[in-house]
């Protein structure tokens, strides 16, 4: 079921004064109530254009002028990541598509910069935008993967060598076998009762939240709760040739005259 928020003009100035304008998802596995699972608003009022600014989390237009009486417009948002890939920390055997929306392990190492951000032991990859506040939230596509890592990493933890040993990666995994979620010390198994096509990541900064669920069923798969203290990144680790996948928002902006 697709979610609505309204935000109604009482004065005239920057949005068209008795106007209302919604902003509804059009994939009904997200919703856009805000600090439930958020979607980075901002990102999409920058591709409608100057036209749109966001109030409470709400895509409101400006300047509509006069609509038809009884009726009301709809802008059409092409889809968009919620999130994407940051190819300067991809380990060399990884392959990141195009958009850097999707990575799977190659067939062999890439020759690239080992700069400092870039991982050199296992085969992981982090997002490109970090997050220090408020609420996110992104779908993954695991698929048939059979080893993967879906989760976030600290800002400021090694990338060189074993970085599980050290803490700061908060994560759900698969081995093709058994599923687990890994804090810093702390191991957790996990019992899920059929195999996991797509996993929802929804990072609550302010409130100490990570939570792991199945957007298929709304299942809860699991939540760590952590003080976090600096800016957090998508984390993704795989060594197998099956892609990980953050699956598109798409969404629209209708915005009616009020009567």
């Known amino acids: 079921m697709n979610s609505e928020s309204d935000c109604h003009t009482k004065e005239p100035g920057s949005l068209a004064f008795g106007s209302v304008c919604r902003f509804s998802t059009l994939d009904p596995g997200f919703e856009t109530r805000w600090g439930h699972c958020s979607l980075p608003l901002l990102h999409m009022v920058s591709e409608v254009g100057a036209g749109c600014e966001v109030i409470g989390g709400v ?3 400006k300047n509509m002028g006069t609509l ?3 009726k009301g417009s709809v802008m059409e948002l092409s889809q968009y990541a919620p999130v994407t890939l ?7 055997r990884l392959i990141l598509s195009e958009d ?3 990575v ?3 067939d062999k190492e890439q020759q690239l910069p080992d700069n400092p951000e870039r991982f050199d032991h296992f085969a992981s990859v982090l997002g490109s935008e970090g997050f220090n506040s408020g609420t996110h939230c992104w779908d993954v596509e695991v698929g048939e993967n059979t080893w993967w890592h879906v989760g976030v990493m600290t800002e400021s933890h090694q990338r060189k060598g074993d970085i599980f040993s050290m803490g700061g990666v908060w994560c759900m995994w698969y081995n093709g076998a058994v599923y687990g979620a890994d804090a810093p010390h702390d191991f957790t198994p996990l019992k899920v009762q059929q195999k996991l096509q797509r996993i929802r990541v929804q990072l609550d900064w302010d409130r100490g939240e990570l939570s792991f669920s199945n957007p ?3 299942t809860h798969l699991h939540t760590f709760t952590h003080t976090f203290t600096e800016r957090v990144f998508l984390y993704f680790y795989t060594p197998r040739n099956v892609p990980l996948v953050i699956l598109p928002v798409k969404a629209s902006v209708r915005a009616e005259q009020l009567s």
């Open 59 to 61: 895509v409101c237009m």
């Open 68 to 70: 038809p009486e009884g």
């Open 86 to 92: 940051d190819p300067n920390t991809a380990h060399p």
């Open 100 to 102: 850097l929306t999707s």
């Open 104 to 106: 799977r392990r190659g």
């Open 216 to 218: 298929d069923n709304n």
